[in-house]
């Protein structure tokens, strides 16, 4: 039965990641003892902190941050807020984050982290009284040249704003300037990046129109449904229309919604943002059985919510030719072995989402050294990047006739050994 609700299993999803990681190290023969120090993360932190509410309440929240390896450079990895955050999701996304970045080609490590919460249920100033709380628990365990948080799930721009004022505060008059970039997605006023929104469905997009591409098509006339419509849902569908394809289907944890002649990502954006991110009550389709989702005549299919969203329960169901991960970890092990079976592609998500890493890694860039990029300047960058890393993983798949995660993580892990390899071990 597919997950309605959108709950990912946390603990099936960090042994998805390992068994993934397990059968690369296996493949190409991996270091016993470096398989070792990747197998496992290393720093787990937990933080309780109280905070005041509205009311005059005082709740006692729960944060996390997971350091999985920074054999590559600083932590780098996102704060999502939702019910299912634990230590364990967090060390599934933050060894996913590891991978990424390695197959990114960046400078830097995997960590992921964030609050166990629902936010819908709390006002803006209580929300900002938890981050900034839990951004002053966090203390030194971040920094711009240790972990370096971004936007995730439930979390964005003001967000991000909120940590690195905190952070930026419990430092001298001096010392403020030279942290701003502590995170990593902020608004542009507040030293963002132009087109950091936009850099993870972009990428998404970018890496389905390249994968048509290789195969002497283009997107004109594809059919594509979304499970998901926040930002990376919206702004794969933006890009995605924009190049001629269709949106038949989206799906949210409150509805999911139909139309064969196509759905206006614009009128869905104007409808859902109000609404706290529903897409629940949308005039312009149809709604359906949640579980009719999957099964959907259509080219392209984009998980862009949580993890463990495609399993042995449902993959058969899906007639997508295409699999394009906008999530994290949305397809356990054995649902991918039947899509495998099927002649389904899987574009990994280490290298489908990979544009949001990659953007976030640009601003960090333009706040180290003092320069303004303009958003034509990214993009442009962006896309470079991402060809790039599709063309390295593209020559894997061909090189290896494997598929494409497997290509991917043979890459990622075996950058990662050269460090070590090279480096070694303190004693």
Not at 47 to 55: S, T
């Amino acid at each position: 039965m597919m997950i309605t609700k959108l709950e990912e299993k946390k603990q099936s999803m960090y042994d998805t990641v390992l068994n993934q990681f397990e059968k690369t190290a296996d493949l190409i023969g991996l270091n016993p003892n470096i398989k070792k120090i990747l197998s496992l993360t290393n720093n787990e932190i937990i933080v309780h902190f109280p905070v005041k509410m509205d009311n005059g309440k005082v709740e006692i929240f729960t944060g996390y941050r997971v350091q999985h390896n920074n054999a590559l450079g600083p932590y780098k990895g996102g704060l999502r807020y939702h019910p299912t955050v634990d230590v364990d999701a967090a060390k599934a996304l933050a060894m996913w984050m590891t991978w990424k970045t390695s197959l990114a080609g960046l400078p830097y490590g995997g960590a992921k982290g964030g609050i166990q919460i629902d936010p819908r249920n709390y006002s803006l100033g209580e929300l900002e009284r938890i981050t900034r709380r839990f951004t002053y628990a966090l203390g030194e365990n971040i920094g711009p040249e240790h972990d370096i948080p971004a936007p995730d799930v439930n979390t964005n721009a003001q967000t991000m704003a909120w940590i690195a004022d905190t952070y930026m505060s419990t430092k001298s008059p001096s010392e403020r300037s030279q942290n701003q970039h502590v995170v990593t997605g902020k608004p542009v006023g507040s030293g963002g990046l132009e087109g950091r929104d936009r850099a993870t469905g972009f990428g998404v997009y970018h890496t389905i129109k390249l994968l048509h591409r290789s195969r002497g098509e283009t997107l004109e006339g594809k059919t594509f449904i979304v499970q998901g419509f926040g930002n990376v849902g919206y702004w794969a569908s933006k890009f995605l229309v924009e190049d001629g394809a269709i949106l038949l289907a989206v799906q949210d944890a409150h509805a999911t919604l139909y139309n064969a002649e196509g759905i206006s990502v614009p009128h869905l954006l104007e409808h859902s943002s109000p609404r706290k991110g529903s897409i629940k009550g949308f005039e312009g389709a149809k709604e359906i059985d949640p579980d009719e989702f999957f099964g959907l005549e259509c080219d392209i299919l984009i998980p862009a919510a949580l993890g463990n969203q495609i399993t042995e329960e449902n993959a058969f169901k899906i007639k997508a030719t295409v699999v394009a991960e906008g999530a994290n970890g949305p397809t356990n092990p054995e649902g991918e072995e039947v899509l495998l079976s099927r002649g389904i592609t899987v574009i990994p998500d280490i290298l489908c989402n990979s544009g949001g890493v990659i953007g976030s890694y640009f601003e960090w860039l333009q706040n180290r050294n003092g320069e303004l990029w303009q958003m034509d300047e990214v993009l442009e960058k962006l896309e470079k990047k991402l060809t790039q890393v599709f063309k390295n993983v593209e020559g894997a798949v061909k090189e290896k006739n494997t598929d494409w995660r497997t290509a991917a993580y043979i890459i990622a892990i075996s950058r990662i050994e050269l460090a070590y390899n090279q480096r070694g071990i303190f004693p």
